[in-house]
């Protein structure tokens, strides 16, 4: 009878330095500066997060206060109006419209790059197709896709003209779909053909038809 010796590997105390360059072009660069960054929000998160909103991020109105807590009730950047497309798009597109903003590879092994230019123009015109479809400020879209491009482009198309999103996972029944659609309130769902998963095509929009049935 032979004896196996089993060895766990689930303890890792080796350190994987990152490269010099790699530091230097970091947003935080040592673990010193993390370290400092924690301190500074443990003594005044308020003052904390305000300074980082307002040093990343585009503000259309600049809020009145930082943080209203009523436990377990939390208001943040009270008064403040922002948009979350213009931040992660309109504002790159002086300096930087030109380089990759999404880079995508799908599971049979194809590839698409997006520029910031490129991504924005996509999401405009889908958040004028929703426009055309009588979505409004406030309305619900429910978004069942695949984890394709569009399906990111459809999110921040909601983001742009204010209508709340609910992401349904795309391996969902019709019946699930059924359900999150109507307790959302969705008056629009976008969806695809189909999605592969693992070299099987889900009939995604079969569903759809399913659910709206």
Known sequence: MSTVTLESNLQEDRLFNPPVEFSR??????????????????????????????????????????????????????GGQLNVAYNCLDRHLAERGHQPALIWEGEPGDSRIFTYQELHDDVCRMANVMKRLGVKRGDRVGIYMPMIPEAAIAMLACARIG?????????FSAEALRNRLQDAEAKLVVTADGSWRKEVINPLKEQVDRALD
């Open 25 to 78: 072009n970091a947003h935080i660069k040592s673990f010193a500066d993390y370290q400092q960054l924690c301190q500074e929000a443990d003594a005044d998160p308020q003052a904390f997060w305000g300074k980082l909103a307002r040093h990343e991020l585009d503000w259309f109105v600049h809020w009145d206060r930082v943080l209203e807590w009523q436990p377990p009730f939390a208001q943040w950047f009270i």
């Open 163 to 171: 209508a709340p999103h609910t992401v349904v996972f795309g391996g």
